[in-house]
């Protein structure tokens, strides 16, 4: 009996701030099928040792995609899921093995600049294409474990410089989260987590330049960090 091997893929939905928006960066695909339809980054999993390309995982992979598309490596990667099915590409069954990166506007802005991607509004109020496959369902999912993520942990952290004020990480976060945070209590739970270093950058030209902090680590979790909604 004979078995079509299923096509395996990766696909990495890139999301920055941009524009007082959250925001993800696509391409233009190329080739048949959907040729000239805008779509995600993202390329077949390498697991042929005779050629020796074989990734050591599908986060190799998606890694590896990143670098030679766009030359690019985000400050924050993680799996979502992995979207599968019969009807997901007219070239046969296919999986994908879908991503959420995280990256400061300015690195983005490069890749803009270079013709590589272009941005496209995801929230609060979208403005995506027509999208390739089934790409608008892949960026839906990971929007949404970014907006769940953030309730409890420092990953909207990543998508602002390596260097921030407090002021703007709640503002990032009562974008990506919609919701309205108080001032103080946000600062006491951030601060009180351990997850931010205080560096001897001092932010703002206009006024008095607030304190900037980094992230002590990739990820921190913080209970009850985000209770709005």
Not at 5 to 18: E, G, S
Not at 28 to 49: I, K, S, W
Not at 74 to 81: D, M
Not at 200 to 227: N, Q
Request: glycine content about 8%; hydrophobic content about 40%.
């Amino acid at each position: 009996m004979h078995y079509q091997n299923p096509i395996l893929t990766v696909d990495v939905v890139i999301l920055t701030l941009h524009d007082g928006r959250l925001q993800v960066a696509l391409m233009t695909r190329t080739e048949d099928p959907f040729a000239g339809r805008a779509v995600l980054p993202g390329g077949y999993v390498h697991g042929d040792p005779r050629t020796g390309h074989v990734d050591a995982s599908t986060t190799h992979a998606a890694l590896r995609i990143l670098k030679q598309k766009l030359g690019f490596t985000p400050s924050h990667l993680e799996q979502v899921y992995t979207a599968s099915g019969p009807k997901r590409d007219p070239r046969g069954w296919s999986a994908s093995v879908v991503y959420l990166a995280l990256h400061e506007p300015s690195a983005v802005d490069a890749l803009i600049q270079a013709g590589a991607v272009s941005l496209h509004a995801v929230h609060p109020t979208p403005a995506l294409p027509p999208l390739a496959f089934d790409h608008t369902e892949l960026i839906q999912t990971a929007l949404a474990r970014l907006q769940a993520k953030a309730r409890y942990s420092t990953i909207v952290a990543h998508l602002l410089p390596p260097v921030f004020r407090l002021s703007d990480l709640r503002q990032a976060y009562e974008l990506v989260c919609g919701t309205t945070e108080n001032k103080a209590n946000f600062r006491r739970k951030m601060l009180a987590a351990d997850a931010l270093v205080a560096t001897d950058v001092r932010i703002g030209a206009v006024g008095r330049p607030a304190e900037g902090y980094r992230l002590r680590g990739d990820l921190a979790y913080i209970e009850g960090l985000i209770s709005g909604g």
